[in-house]
């Protein structure tokens, strides 16, 4: 594939924020990922673990559609610092996309719809159990577990320019009300996202550099007669990989930055954060396998009054894709964590274990 058919493919992804994704010819993807994080005394939180199975499916419509589909079926659990335990059951929200190049390697035109399957509203003690793993910093296989209605439409846009292949994208979602409180019938309408995105790619060398940034503004949420606004996301993002005789070193990094005006948020509970992160994966070929073990670390500030720091996580990881006959291919991964989290920089330690199944016809 051409460079820069790869960069207008990555920046249609990236301006439709999908589930599950995937590309190329008919397709199936399932599994299970286990993932469980405990934390030293000093928390409200002494564990938290997450049993995650995607459901996932892709169907080209002739040569220049892709339509594709995901959800997950998610049993998430905390346990307080007291040893008291709740859970989360069931499906999240359903992402139906539609991907259209309006110029084959140019140019695409995606829609995608956000359908409220999910657990959108929940009760106190379901909160703690959400809010436990909706991190930056320390990763869960599901984050959302639901929400209301939203539609997403997005162009990207692709061009070699010299060596370079350059890419733009721009999104707009536009989110319904729901009702987030058990207890509460007061609904909540999120504001709509404008999302721009730019990439660029070239060869370095043997190798290949590509660079992204992403930039995310909302128009005021609505909830209970209040309006605030969620402010600005901006996360600039950086690859390179480079052949080793037959095998691969890729080195990657991101930024998260949520920027907030804490001041007038009435509730009292919006906090600039950043979060960084570095790694690299090897990418070692035995025949028609292939073994990926990969390095991680990360390091989060959050406000209010001021970024403070609010943890770092090394993490250790260990993949291997086995292709099983031409159209299936099953990917076992294992991962290991261990940081500080917290102004109080309380210890923890993750353990993942994971198999991925995919099908494509």
């Given amino acids: 594939m051409r460079a820069h058919s790869t960069v207008v493919i990555a920046l249609a992804i990236a301006a439709v924020p999908a589930q599950l ?69 069931g499906l999240t929200d359903l992402i139906l996309r539609t ?54 439409t997005g162009l990207a846009f692709a061009a070699p320019v010299g060596p370079w292949a350059l890419g733009l994208a721009s999104s707009y979602r536009y989110n319904g009300s729901y009702t987030p409180s058990a ?11 404008v999302r721009v995105r730019f990439g660029a790619d070239r060869i370095v060398g043997q190798g290949r550099v590509s660079l992204g940034l992403t930039y995310s503004t909302f128009s005021n949420n609505e909830f209970g007669g209040a309006a605030y606004s969620p402010g600005t996301r901006i996360i600039p993002q950086f690859s390179w ?44 070929r035995t025949g028609r396998n292939t073994l990926r073990p990969s390095f991680e670390y990360r390091k989060g500030w959050v406000g209010p009054g001021g970024l403070q720091s609010n943890g770092t996580l090394f993490g250790v990881g260990l993949r291997y894709a086995v292709a099983a006959g031409n159209r299936f291919t099953v990917v076992p991964v294992v991962r290991m964590d261990f940081g500080n989290y917290g102004p109080q920089s309380v210890s923890f330690t993750g353990f993942t274990a994971g198999l991925t199944l995919r099908a494509s016809w």
């Avoid at 040569?63 to 589909?69: F, K």
């Avoid at 207890?183 to 996202?193: A, F, K, M």
């Fill in 21 to 89: 994704s995937a590309q190329g010819g008919p397709g199936f993807l399932s599994g299970a990922e286990y993932r469980s994080v405990s934390y030293a005394a000093g928390l409200p939180t002494k564990t938290m673990s997450e049993l995650a199975v995607p459901i996932g499916a892709t169907l080209p419509l002739g040569r220049r559609v892709m339509i594709d589909a995901g959800t997950y079926y998610v049993n998430a659990t905390r346990t307080d610092s007291s040893g008291a335990s709740a859970s989360l059951t």
């Fill in 99 to 152: 991907a259209f190049q309006l110029k084959p390697d140019v140019a695409v035109l995606t829609v995608a719809f956000n359908l409220p399957t999910g657990m959108g509203t929940l009760d106190p003690i379901q909160r703690q159990v959400a809010s436990a793993a909706g991190s930056d910093l320390i990763p869960y296989p599901v984050q959302n577990f639901g929400s209301g209605f939203s539609v997403t």
């Fill in 241 to 284: 990989s480079l052949p080793l005789g037959n095998n691969n070193l890729a080195f990657y990094g991101w930024d998260i930055y949520r920027d907030v005006d804490e001041a007038k948020d009435p509730t009292g509970l919006a906090a600039k954060e950043n979060t960084v992160a570095l790694g690299a994966i090897l990418s070692l």
């Fill in 183 to 193: 207890e509460d019938t007061t609904s909540l309408s999120p504001g709509g996202e």
